[in-house]
């Protein structure tokens, strides 16, 4: 897009984060670039957008807002994150993922649907395996451990489970939701990591056991040398596989060993409340950096094969030629 680069903010119930993005990128009164508070009608199929860059802070909850972010994508506009990726990812694959990788990850299971999803019956189910061995899928997991949803919900709880008896009574609770079990990790040492442009890592001490506005730490903490480096390369490692530009990472530290238990955060927590000020000041100075670098690039879309966008890369591919 020629002239002044426009990057596009769309949001939801946060108040700190996005006005604070659209304000550090406009304080540095470029004449070429010009950050705003995104507003969207209806759109028309293969639009464009307007926009260089959208920083996606609630498609996850929003149905339109993803579809209109994948028409932008194919008019050309650098979306933060990727919606295509996102779309495709859940919780069971990053884990096996993360194992494939090298990535220290508890042992991880994913379990059929205790209740049917709305419109299927015991017909459509046919090919599922009844009863299953649990005996055999509790040995492997062991306990304790956690229950979890296969994608992330705020209405779907996580349940610590101890024993065969625990687990039955969570899982008669979990409906049609698909549901992995996993490993507890023995951890008393959380760190919470945030990614930015798959390139910026900050790992931040978190406790879990206090008050939200608690809970991370205000200062880069005091982890050895060789851990907080081996944290930095898997979430570098995690990050550019999956091929977020913006995610936050959490792992549990036991034995010396960090064990990443959550890493599907592509709207990660930016409240300035709750991550506290030195954080939130990282997160927003390097998320602007990102969102004016990817405004500005001289590489442009031209013709694409769909399935190009899921790379994430904004570099044209022209395919004449070899159709």
């Known amino acids: 897009m020629a002239g ?24 540095r009164k470029r004449r070429d670039v010009v950050a705003e508070h995104l507003r969207i009608g209806a759109v028309p199929m293969a639009a464009p957008s307007g926009y260089d860059v959208i ?29 295509f990726w996102w779309s495709a990812d859940d919780k069971f694959f990053h884990y096996a993922l993360a194992s494939k990788l090298g990535v220290a990850v508890p042992k991880t299971v994913i379990l059929p649907h205790k209740a049917h999803p709305p419109g299927t019956t015991g017909q459509t189910m046919r090919n599922l395996q009844f009863p299953l061995n649990w005996d055999e899928i509790f040995e492997y997991v ?39 079990l996993q490993t507890a ?11 930015v442009g798959q390139e910026k890592v900050r790992v931040i001490k978190y406790d879990p056991t ?3 506005y608690l809970r991370y730490s205000k200062e880069d903490g005091a ?33 010396n060993v960090p064990y990443v238990i959550d890493f599907l955060n592509p709207v990660p927590d930016a409240d300035a409340h709750s991550i ?37 890369a904004p570099a044209a ?7």
Not at 71 to 81: D, H, P, R, S, Y
Not at 159 to 175: K, M, V, W
Not at 298 to 308: A, K, S
């Open 4 to 27: 002044i680069h426009k990057i596009g903010v769309l949001y939801g119930m946060e108040n700190t984060f996005p006005p604070a993005l659209v304000d550090r990128i406009n304080n």
């Open 55 to 83: 920083v996606d802070r609630v498609s996850h909850e929003i149905d339109f807002y993803r579809a209109f972010l994948k028409n932008a994508a194919l008019g050309g506009t650098f979306v933060i994150n990727n919606p």
């Open 142 to 180: 062991g306990f304790p451990a956690f229950l979890k949803p296969l994608n992330k919900s705020r209405w779907r709880p996580v349940y610590r489970i101890s024993s065969r008896e625990e687990f039955f009574d969570a899982y008669d609770q979990t409906g049609s939701a698909c549901m992995i």
């Open 185 to 195: 990790i023995p951890s008393k040492e959380y760190v919470r990591c945030y990614v």
């Open 210 to 212: 206090l008050p939200q």
């Open 223 to 255: 982890i050895p040398h060789a851990l907080h480096e081996r944290i930095v390369e898997d979430c570098l490692k995690l990050c550019r596989a999956l091929g977020y530009d913006f995610n936050m990472l959490e792992f549990g530290l036991w034995n």
């Open 276 to 312: 506290g000020q030195a954080n939130f000041n990282w997160i927003v100075e390097n998320v602007a950096e990102l969102a004016i670098s990817k405004a500005l690039s001289t590489e442009h879309r031209t013709e694409m094969r769909w399935q190009l966008f899921l790379n994430g």
């Open 317 to 323: 591919r022209a395919i004449a030629g070899n159709k």
